[in-house]
């Protein structure tokens, strides 16, 4: 019968906590095997270990490929100690229990290469995390304190411990196949509507609850290092929030969309307020306060209890303005002046003040639906004017910077959308409504004339001249749309009998 030494295996890439792990499992009483660089490391901290190569009496061999792929490691990790035949089998053949796994894994993730992808890590935690009834697994530094502290208080972990560390090494090793496979893909014709997609999760933090009170909710962001964007879109681990109340679902999702927003307004100072996921007010400026205090002032009324995000540093002046304007729940921003934050608490205790880094778009979107996923290529952010193409008689001359302007604003609104924009602000925003011309006339009617002498961008096509005769009525010169339409000519002499300007972007920018 194998010897009742308890006995740890441990086989890591990264050495964080290593040597004080290792020495508390020695003060226990425990043996320790340890693998390659694991070894030495230990050795160079002065502890008595047993290599594996001298535990299983196979070196490692092609080039470090094969390590711990050897029946005396798997067959101690899996041995179900309470089965008469696998301890007869044990006995046969001189295989002693292994009680504790602790293993992580090459950074495949980080640093993407066939020469990191992993085989005998995974094969480790795996084969602990199915004889979890019997062996712990750790695959975090994070987790050893408190599994050191469990043995020194017990002698060993607990059955529950054991399958809450079994839990996290099976989600752990389903993120790293997952990211092998993504990285596969991307040499491929499909990477970006793959044959599989692999998401794998874990709970950022619970929320107080979703879109309504009687819905429980949570964050969540892709498996791996906390506070570290290993994949393009996860910018939302790194974001710092310096004040203000826990950030419900809501707050979450509109500071998304609007740092999304902001960012695609150009190089200028720039801000945007979000409510309800849609924008009610953006503009640029010359400075952080301009931009702010024209952005507030596209739809003073709707921003209050919303989400402001600017692309500069927030400094005292614009937190001021934010001091007597109606209640943001969030503030967003690439950072914050000295005694900024101090200065907005002071008026506005509960708002959120984050600060995050610019935000990076994968290369699709992955949406649910009732029974179903839907995938689709990610939107390109600012627009291209390449295809853009002046079809009325009158030349929009100067207009165009604008035009650009409100074709980026209404690339945010949910469709369909009209934005009527002046001097790089958006005086009036529609969205959300079933027919073209009801999203103009609600622009229309929030830029109360604040857009005389600008542009009017559509989302869609105008399939009938009624929707230029009610942009018209805004007082716009320019009006920038997709086109497409069967009616264009129609449409185009609408343009032209008013006097006014149109673009044709070539491309529709729905949202829903």
Request: hydrophobic share 45%; charged share 20%.
């Amino acid at each position: 019968m194998p010897s009742l030494t308890r006995r740890a295996l441990l086989s890591v890439f990264d050495k964080s906590g290593l040597v004080e792990f290792a020495t508390g499992l020695l003060d226990e009483g425990w043996e320790v095997l340890a693998s390659g660089g694991t070894a030495a490391a230990l050795a160079t901290a002065g502890l008595e270990v047993t290599d594996l190569a001298g535990h299983t009496g196979s070196p490692a061999m092609l080039g470090h490929r094969v390590v711990t792929l050897h029946p005396r490691i798997h067959g101690g990790i899996l041995a179900d100690r309470s089965d008469p035949e696998h301890r007869a089998d044990m006995d046969r053949h001189g295989i002693e229990p292994i009680d504790l796994v602790v293993v992580n894994l090459y950074p495949f993730e980080t640093r993407p290469a066939m020469e990191t992808i992993d085989i005998g890590g995974p094969a480790l935690m795996r084969a602990a995390a199915k004889n979890h009834r019997h062996v712990g697994v750790v695959c975090d530094p994070s987790d050893y304190r408190a599994v050191l502290d469990e043995i020194r208080s017990g002698g060993r972990l607990s059955g529950a411990t054991r399958r809450v560390l079994a839990r996290k090494a099976f989600a752990r090793t389903a993120a790293y196949d997952g990211a092998v496979v993504s990285w596969l893909d991307e040499s491929e014709d499909e990477a970006l509507l793959p044959l599989t997609i692999h998401l794998s999760l874990e709970r950022a933090g619970v929320l107080r609850y979703g879109e309504n009170p009687h819905q429980p909710a949570a964050s969540y962001r892709r498996i791996g290092a906390p506070g570290t964007p290993h994949h393009a879109e996860d910018w939302w681990n790194a974001v710092i929030q310096h004040g203000g109340v826990a950030p419900s679902y809501l707050n979450l999702l509109d500071a998304g969309a609007a740092w999304a927003l902001v960012h695609d307004l150009g190089d200028q100072p720039a801000a945007a307020v979000i409510k309800h996921a849609g924008p009610c007010g953006a503009a640029v400026a010359e400075d952080p306060s301009g931009a702010y205090r024209r952005a507030l002032a596209g739809d003073e009324r709707a921003a209050f209890g919303g989400v402001v995000a600017l692309n500069r540093s927030v400094d005292l002046e614009t937190a001021g303005l934010m001091a007597g304007a109606p209640q943001a729940d969030v503030i967003i921003a690439p950072g914050y002046g000295e005694g900024v934050v101090e200065r907005i608490r002071a008026r506005r205790a509960a708002t959120r003040i984050l600060e995050a880094a610019t935000p990076r778009r994968g290369v699709r979107t992955v949406r649910q639906i009732e029974g179903g996923w839907l995938v689709q290529g990610a939107s390109p952010g600012m627009a291209d004017r390449s295809g853009w193409q002046v079809v009325s008689r009158r030349n929009p001359g100067h207009l165009v910077e604008d035009a650009a302007f409100a074709w980026r604003v209404a690339a945010h609104v949910a469709s369909n959308a009209a934005v009527l924009a002046r001097n790089g602000t958006a005086w009036g925003i529609g969205g959300g409504q079933q027919d073209r011309v009801g999203a103009v006339e609600i622009a229309v009617r929030k830029a109360a004339g604040r857009a005389a002498g600008g542009v009017c961008a559509s989302d869609g096509f105008f399939p009938f001249p009624d929707g230029i005769e009610a942009a018209a009525a805004g007082g716009v010169e320019l009006i920038i749309q997709p086109g497409g339409s069967v009616n264009d000519r129609a449409v185009v002499d609408a343009v032209d009998r008013l006097g006014l300007s149109m673009i044709f972007t070539g491309e529709r920018q729905f949202r829903h």
